[in-house]
């Protein structure tokens, strides 16, 4: 059976041949079965009497007694549809044949940024994978508006730019989750994380932390799973950036930052510990994404540097992690662009904070 419209907007799909303006014949047989068709998909209903807009349907179906949910993928191919209804009559917006979808390989979920009371269950189905990715980067828009063309910003929730990366990227997840169509989903997978965290600083009346911290921590996991753009690797270097970095802090001897990455990483800590210690009384992200937005490492030191004389009087001179964190910031020369490594000064941000580690956090 074809499904196939005509309007204005379509005239190309008009039968020539006929004084009647449709886009092809059918016969009376066929037409009983376009009608009961509509019909059923018309009323299909879940067990709360919502409508079913998403069906999956085998190819040997019949009108009674089949199943129409996302498990016909796991037997073989099948149609997909989504549908809406307008003035009560079916409209089907969108149909695929949907692949057999395999068993995903589960996503062994670690903590890469030593987060402190992090408790996350491996990712074992895309439709739980789906709605992690809902969560931690589209606010939970994602899902509800894959066939939405009137998604509005709402300042300090939503904001433009995010409404924008939800647009540009919807089609890849949804062809992944729905139609099991991976390439789209992990070309865009890096940069979508990635531009979606960096939000989290922006519009916000204040900074969230824990959030952007599970949201940097899961994308490390992504990173590593779909093995994307030679990041893979980057959680376990965090992870072991971390450990020395905080073997460092804590010695008696000269601390030295020895590599661009261990450089970045110590700024992201030392930024998010200078934040903690401002007496502004909503501590915003008018404090953190100037760091974000610098491009040489060298303005990026001289920030931390004034931000660190600012707030110097609040910091006990004997407390020798500050010190040696702040000096090794301020010893190491390098002609890197910040920007190359903004993954490692937010994962600096977001992960446990080497400062307050084993102390009462300073409010």
Same mark, same amino acid.
């Given at each position: ?18 004084? /009647? ?15 009961? /068709? ?18 999956y349907i085998p190819f040997d179906f019949k009108f009674t007694n089949i199943e129409i949910f996302e498990k ?6 099948? @149609? ?26 589960? *996503? ?6 030593? *987060?402190?009371? @992090? ?18 980067? =589209?606010?939970? $828009? @994602?899902?509800?508006? =894959? ?54 600083? *922006?519009?916000?009346? =204040? ?17 590593? =799973? ?14 072991? @950036? ?66 660190? $004389? ?20 301020n010893g190491y020369e390098t002609n890197s662009k910040a920007a190359d490594y903004q993954d490692l000064i ?18």
């Amino acid at each position: 059976m074809i499904i196939c419209g005509l309007n204005s907007k379509k005239p190309y799909l008009e039968l020539k041949s006929t004084k /009647f303006k449709v886009p092809y014949r059918i016969s009376l047989k066929e037409a009983i079965i376009s009608k009961k /068709f509509f019909e059923w998909i018309n009323n299909l209903v879940d067990e709360k009497g919502k409508p079913i807009n998403s069906i999956y349907i085998p190819f040997d179906f019949k009108f009674t007694n089949i199943e129409i949910f996302e498990k016909n993928t796991e037997k073989g191919e099948c @149609l997909y549809l989504y549908k809406t209804t307008s003035n009560g009559k079916p409209i089907i917006e969108d149909f695929s044949i949907v692949n057999r979808r395999k068993k995903m390989k589960p *996503i062994k979920m670690k903590d890469y940024l030593n *987060i402190e009371g @992090l408790e996350e269950n491996n990712i074992e189905d895309p439709k739980a994978l789906e709605q992690k990715i809902d969560k931690y980067y =589209y606010n939970n $828009k @994602l899902v509800a508006n =894959y066939y939405n063309n009137d998604i509005k910003a709402k300042a300090g929730v939503f904001s433009d730019k995010q409404v924008n990366i939800l647009i540009t990227t919807r089609q890849s997840m949804l062809n992944y989750f729905i139609k099991n169509i991976k390439e789209g989903f992990v070309t865009c997978l890096d940069n979508m994380t990635k531009q979606m965290i960096l939000q989290k600083f *922006i519009d916000k009346d =204040y900074i969230n932390i824990e959030e952007i911290a599970y949201a940097q921590n899961f994308r490390l996991n992504l990173l590593k =799973y779909y093995e994307i753009g030679g990041k893979a690797e980057m959680g376990d270097r965090i992870k072991k @950036l971390y450990s020395e970095l905080k073997e460092k802090t804590e010695s008696n001897n000269l601390a030295v930052c020895e590599t661009d990455e261990e450089f970045y990483f110590a700024a992201g800590q030392a930024i998010y510990y200078l934040v903690s210690n401002s007496e502004s009384e909503k501590r915003n992200h008018g404090l953190v994404i100037p760091f974000l937005e610098l491009s040489t490492s060298l303005k990026l030191k001289q920030s931390i540097i004034t931000m660190y $004389k600012k707030y110097g009087y609040k910091i006990d001179l004997r407390n020798k992690k500050v010190n040696n964190l702040i000096s090794m910031i301020n010893g190491y020369e390098t002609n890197s662009k910040a920007a190359d490594y903004q993954d490692l000064i937010i994962s600096g941000i977001c992960s446990r904070n080497i400062i307050y580690m084993g102390n009462k956090k300073e409010e």
